[in-house]
Nanobody
Framework: QGQLVESGGGLVQPGGSLRLSCVAS????????VGWYRQAPGAQRELVAH???????SYVDSVKHRFTISRDNRKETLFLQMNSLKPEDTALYYC????????WGQGTQVTVSS
């Protein structure tokens, strides 16, 4: 069990883009299927994208064709490229295994607003 540190969030206008990063140090990162979760105010945390150890990606319908998940096993880093952002994408974004089994990090805030 290592440490998860998410970054890359911010305030962006609708239609804009952001790239999130998650460093999972000391976690045997390459051995796990991992994903990005988000939690909007008053809502439950949901898994929006995940990627297997072999690099196969899956997405929930609400982000499909707009978000792209990728991983760099050598750097123990997970990425989420988010394009065509919508106000409903506003949330705190976290990374974790698909179980999820690691201790949650602080997350990174994404706010989409004009």
């Amino acid at each position: 069990q290592g440490q998860l540190v998410e970054s890359g969030g911010g305030l962006v206008q609708p239609g804009g883009s952001l790239r999130l990063s998650c460093v999972a140090s000391g976690s045997f990162f390459s051995a796990y299927d991992v994903g990005w979760y988000r939690q909007a105010p008053g809502a439950q945390r949901e898994l929006v994208a995940h990627i297997t150890t072999r690099g196969s990606a899956s997405y929930v319908d609400s982000v499909k064709h707009r978000f792209t998940i990728s991983r760099d096993n050598r750097k123990e880093t997970l990425f989420l490229q988010m394009n065509s952002l919508k106000p409903e994408d506003t949330a705190l974004y976290y990374c974790n295994t698909v179980d999820p089994s690691w201790v949650w990090g602080q997350g990174t805030q994404v706010t989409v607003s004009s």
